[in-house]
């Protein structure tokens, strides 16, 4: 269970030396407790203390990381039922299934197509991380020799998948670096796949029919010293997978049931032969609550969408997702190329900058920061207003850059013109139009 500041602070040396980067123990122990430092800031906190504080602040759904380097996905870490109520940590990793009896010819053509499987949204690169490469074939070496060729092939993050030791065993000698996640132990293989998982300090995923064998199966792994697990709880239907999901969750949370405080692996490919539902099913599971979501095909038109659900669930709702507060040169502007500002809300920006790009008259673009917040509520929130507007227009550097002073604010807040005018008596100020669309005719007008 998660620790309060004042509990913290109990366990703190109290030397108030500032090391840490605060000032006192009391600001640090409060930051600890908000997750806005680590314990390791602290160079006086003994072992023992550390060991207690990280056991008893960690969130009840176990952070892990499966991979390692770029590719590595973090998992878990999750504190809350609802995203408004403080965050959700860290977004489902999308996994597609390869299989060792592929043609060789087909596994190539899914690996070349999930190479280029990235979007740019909001300034963000969002791309599926995972490939789970799936024993089929009964044959260890097989396995073991697919295994290789994919990771010297792709960097991923790897999920290992099939139900014998022996042919795991195998596939962690030519990929144990690579910290796959091993799928899975059963009620059957508890002890041999957790010391597989033990000997090569690898994650391993724990598959039972229902929660009930699946607690059985986690406490038996905790037993042994594991604490990397993932869960499968094997729903029959669309109906359980999503009870399964809500289940664990709230009895981790809630009831502090430790057998079940870790994320869950799912397969919407196993509930419907159909696609298009397949997707359908993983956007659910998205939003209620799979730690990694493995799928049978990956096409951009199936992956886009669900990276783009994960990204808006998974932002930080406290914290509107902001771009850097600078002067912006969209398509080389010249001393003599118009000067729009706007606020660094990242839509704002990205709407903005686009239209002016798309123009293809090259422009200045003036980022205030605002917070995050777009025009008119950084506005209403004195963020936007006209003196702070001066202050970044004198600061920004914007009048050694062009020979004019004229300056296009958005059409939204014309009625601040005067008070800018009068903050910035050197500039006039100019009504862009409402509508980012209308940027383009306006600026046309501008070279015309
Ligand atoms: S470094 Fe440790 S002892 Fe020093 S102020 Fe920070 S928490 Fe206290």
Redesign the pocket.
Known sequence: MALSGIEIFKK??????????????L???MKLATGQAELV?????SDDVRAAIDEASAPPIRTLTIGAGDRAVKLGGETVMFRHEKRLENPPGLALVLSDTMDDSVVNEKLSKFKYLEFERVGLILRPQMLALKEESGDAGKFAAFVKRVIDQMDAAIILMSDRPEVISEALKVSKDKKPLIYAATNDTAEAMGSLAKESACPLAVKGSGLDEVMAITDKLLGMGLKDLVIDSQPVNVKKALEDQVVIRRSALVKKVKQLGFSTITFPGQLTDNKMKETLIASLLIAKYAGVIVLSEMEGHNVFPLLLASLNIYTDPQRPMAVEEKVYEIGGPREDSPVLITSNFSLTYFIVSGEVESSRIPAWLLIKDTEGLSVLTAWAAGKFAADTVAVFIKKCGIADRVKHRKLVIPGYLAGMSGELEEELPDWQILVGPREAAHLSAYLKQWSA
């Open positions: 703190l040396p109290k030397k108030n030396c500032g090391e840490c980067g605060v000032p006192t123990c600001a640090f122990a800031a602290c160079p006086y906190v």
